[in-house]
């Protein structure tokens, strides 16, 4: 039913490529000019990043990584969080689900890295539980909401490497559930300093998750970022 509705409604809202934005197929998260070009990234398979950074405490076990966060993939990401280019996160999902069915790892859960509330509500979604959402239809495993961010957190795009590793601590808490003996997927968008999902990964296991692994559509080259 749902695929009819997407079909009935291209014919009103032709669907576009989010990268180019030529019109696709109703069924295609992407056009195939862009689907060429865009180059995949070799990292860590541990950290997830080029400039491997294993010798820092991750909490996490293992990372999927797309793209590097350069070009139509930036752009993609930028266009995403004002809630627009909805096929980007479809088209990251069907790419992250590719890769950890080929890892053979199984998981029990997939948590989104939290948005403040009131930030959520400005935006109106959060881009990371966007991407997990579509993850989670494709592995057939639930979303859950494990991770609360605080309000008024400092951005940490606006702060220098240093201080971020500070701002970072205290920005997220966990919420009310025990995820003790459980697989766990930690999905956001981009991984820089990779900061955040170290911190959420540390609340993770420490609500006993046994096993931590990150899901991220792209990641910057250097180490400066959150
Ligand atoms: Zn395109
Ligand atoms: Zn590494």
Redesign the pocket.
Same mark, same amino acid.
């Given at each position: 039913m749902k695929e009819v509705i997407k079909y009935i409604l291209d014919i009103f809202y032709p669907n576009r $490529?989010?990268? *180019?934005?030529?019109f696709?197929k109703w069924d295609a998260t992407? $056009?195939?000019? *862009?689907?060429d070009s865009l180059e995949y990234i070799e990292t860590c398979e541990k950290c997830g990043k080029t400039d491997c950074m294993c010798d820092k405490e991750l909490y996490y076990d293992k990372a999927y990584v797309l793209f590097k966060y350069e070009g139509?993939v930036r752009e993609s990401i930028i266009a995403l969080k004002r809630k627009n280019g909805i096929n980007a996160a479809e088209f990251y999902a069907d790419k992250l689900s590719e890769q950890i069915l080929k890892s053979e790892e199984k998981f029990d859960a997939i948590v989104p890295v939290p948005m403040a509330k009131s930030k959520k509500k400005d935006v109106g979604y959060n881009q990371a539980f966007v991407i997990a959402d579509f993850i989670a239809k494709r592995l057939e495993i639930p979303v859950v909401d494990a991770l609360i961010k605080a309000e008024n957190t400092i951005a940490q795009h606006t702060l220098s490497k240093e201080d971020r590793i500070e701002n970072v601590k205290g920005m997220f808490s966990s919420g009310d559930i025990s995820l003790k003996g459980k697989r766990i997927l930690l999905c956001d968008d981009v991984i820089t300093t990779g900061s955040t999902v170290i911190e959420c990964s540390r609340l993770l296991k420490e609500m006993e998750a046994e096993f931590v692994a990150v899901a991220l559509a792209a990641t910057t080259d250097l180490r400066n970022g959150s």
């Open positions: $490529c989010p990268f *180019c934005d030529d696709i992407v $056009c195939d000019k *862009c689907l139509i």
